[in-house]
């Protein structure tokens, strides 16, 4: 057996394992420790219900407001981009779907290879753009922290990976493969410690600011 598949193997079974593990067990902690914080009871008579504004705004908030577009179109519509170009090379590329399938038993229909392809080309760009802003927007630079230019590295090297393996630019096949699965894998390691946990919380903060304003009878 080769290096290179010795190291696929290994990637995708072991190694594969102690980052579910990691990820699993360490989101979990981090939604206990969210919910346990708990908050203030509040004694108001409620003036309106809490579920149906807490859910607007989750929606609303999604969509950026006209004044923060006018005041950072370029944070706007190049965060969109890279968001949903992520999320499709991710959830509509057949061979992640496969692996969705093995792993939690549920499959949907995916799209064309090389609509995923562009796809995931247009996120790389979008993602060296946000990078060559930061650094050279002179607020954004001083306020980045480290932690910040790692969660952009990771990202960056699951995508690049990936397109990588897909177009067969690095040799032999099987260590493409491993590097783009084993960077998927830090991610998802990192995921529960680091500032990628807003995919998960940043729904819940959401939901509960609006059901805050809700229950006061005020809109979001």
Same mark, same amino acid.
Request: proline share 6%.
């Given at each position: 057996?080769?290096?290179?598949?010795?190291?696929?193997?290994?990637?995708?079974? %072991?190694?594969?394992?102690?980052?579910? /593990?990691?990820?699993? @067990?360490? !989101?979990? *902690?981090? $939604? =206990?420790?969210?919910?346990?914080?708990?908050?203030?009871?509040?004694?108001?008579?409620?003036?309106?219900?809490?579920?149906?504004?807490?859910?607007?705004?989750?929606?609303?908030?999604?969509?950026?407001?006209?004044?923060?577009?006018?005041?950072?179109?370029?944070?706007?519509?190049?965060?969109?981009?890279?968001?949903?170009?992520?999320?499709?090379?991710?959830?509509?590329?057949?061979?992640?779907?496969?692996?969705?399938?093995?792993?939690?038993?549920?499959?949907?229909?995916?799209?064309?290879? %090389?609509?995923?392809?562009?796809?995931? /080309?247009?996120?790389? @760009?979008? !993602?060296? *753009?946000? $990078? =060559?802003?930061?650094?050279?927007?002179?607020?954004?630079?001083?306020?980045?922290?480290?932690?910040?230019?790692?969660?952009?590295?990771?990202?960056?090297?699951?995508?690049?990976?990936?397109?990588?393996?897909?177009?067969?630019?690095?040799?032999?096949?099987?260590?493409?493969?491993?590097?783009?699965?084993?960077?998927?894998?830090?991610?998802?390691?990192?995921?529960?410690?680091?500032?990628?946990?807003?995919?998960?919380?940043?729904?819940?903060?959401?939901?509960?600011?609006?059901?805050?304003?809700?229950?006061?009878?005020?809109?979001?």
């Amino acid at each position: 057996m080769s290096g290179a598949m010795g190291f696929l193997l290994w990637v995708k079974g %072991p190694m594969f394992n102690i980052a579910l /593990a990691i990820f699993a @067990i360490g !989101l979990i *902690a981090r $939604l =206990v420790e969210i919910f346990l914080l708990g908050r203030a009871p509040n004694y108001a008579e409620p003036r309106a219900g809490e579920w149906g504004p807490g859910l607007r705004t989750m929606l609303s908030r999604t969509i950026a407001d006209p004044g923060t577009f006018k005041r950072a179109p370029f944070n706007v519509v190049v965060g969109w981009v890279w968001h949903i170009g992520f999320l499709i090379a991710l959830l509509l590329f057949i061979p992640h779907i496969e692996l969705f399938k093995g792993v939690l038993g549920l499959y949907w229909p995916g799209l064309p290879n %090389p609509v995923v392809d562009l796809v995931t /080309a247009v996120t790389l @760009i979008t !993602l060296l *753009a946000t $990078l =060559v802003h930061r650094l050279w927007h002179p607020v954004k630079r001083r306020i980045s922290t480290t932690e910040d230019y790692l969660v952009w590295t990771i990202v960056f090297m699951v995508v690049l990976t990936g397109y990588l393996a897909y177009h067969r630019l690095v040799e032999p096949y099987p260590l493409a493969l491993g590097m783009h699965i084993l960077s998927a894998e830090l991610m998802l390691i990192m995921l529960p410690f680091t500032k990628l946990t807003h995919i998960f919380t940043a729904f819940i903060a959401r939901w509960y600011n609006g059901a805050a304003f809700g229950r006061k009878g005020v809109q979001s």
